[in-house]
């Protein structure tokens, strides 16, 4: 069946980095592009990044782009989020998610704080 | 940005009842690419209805989405007690792809 796994959440300092991951199975990772979807504590969902199947196009929400960084590998059916310079308003939890939206994974947790 | 907004924010109905949630879109959903999610406490979104009509696999019948353009709906006839969880659209046919803010569907 399907899987989608997120790891890599913590807790964090603002202004450091950290890296999520997404570990895909159960379906053809390189055929689809993957979405991160965050939703604040108590709050609604918020759609961050997209990346092409291929990795060929990569699109941002304007509150992470030039912070938040999306790649890929195929040959390891992996996701990534590469987050850099993290505010107090990143805290949230992280949701990886297929393109066609049938798939998404449980979700890390990313806590910004001093 | 498409900003999309649901209503009402909460709905209190009983079993048995049907419900109706409104997605309203500030301009036009590109191809109608607009899809719904349940969301229950401490899980990921689940996919209910994609390209505003189409039920997802294994989604209950009792589910069904309506709607072109700017103005969509997802009914749910005859609300089960597993039903009662938060509710958003999604528009996903133009970047940025944004969610409605939700509705709360409570048990009366």
């Known amino acids: 069946q399907v899987q989608l796994v997120e790891s890599g959440g913590g807790v964090v300092q603002p202004g450091r980095s950290l890296r999520l991951s997404c570990a895909a199975s159960?379906?053809?990772?390189?055929?689809?592009?993957m979405h991160w979807v965050r939703q604040a504590p108590g709050k609604g969902l918020e759609w961050v990044a997209v990346?092409?199947?291929?990795?060929?196009?990569?699109y941002y929400a304007d509150s992470v782009k030039g912070r938040f960084s999306i790649s890929r590998d195929n040959s390891k059916s992996t996701l990534f989020l590469q987050m850099n310079s993290l505010r107090a308003e990143d805290t949230a939890v992280y949701y990886c998610?297929?393109?066609?939206?049938?798939?998404w994974g449980q979700g890390t947790l990313v806590s910004v704080s001093s | 940005e498409i900003v999309l907004t649901q209503s009402p924010g909460t709905l209190s109905l009983s079993p048995g009842e049907r419900a109706t949630l409104s997605c309203r879109a500030s301009?036009?959903?590109?191809?109608?690419?607009l899809a719904w999610y349940q969301q229950k406490p401490g899980q990921a979104p689940g996919l209910l209805i994609y390209?505003?009509?189409s039920r997802a696999t294994g989604i209950p019948d009792r589910f069904s989405g309506s709607g072109s353009g700017t103005d969509f709906t997802l009914t749910i006839s005859g609300l089960e007690p597993e039903d009662f969880a938060v509710y958003y659209c999604?528009?996903?046919?133009?970047?940025?792809?944004?969610f409605g803010q939700g509705t709360k569907l409570e048990i009366k």
């Open positions: 999604q528009q996903y046919g133009s970047s940025p792809y944004t």
């Open positions: 159960g379906f053809i990772f390189s055929s689809y592009g």
């Open positions: 390209d505003a009509s």
């Open positions: 990346i092409w199947y291929d990795g060929s196009n990569k």
């Open positions: 998610a297929s393109n066609n939206w049938h798939y």
């Open positions: 301009q036009s959903v590109t191809s109608n690419y």
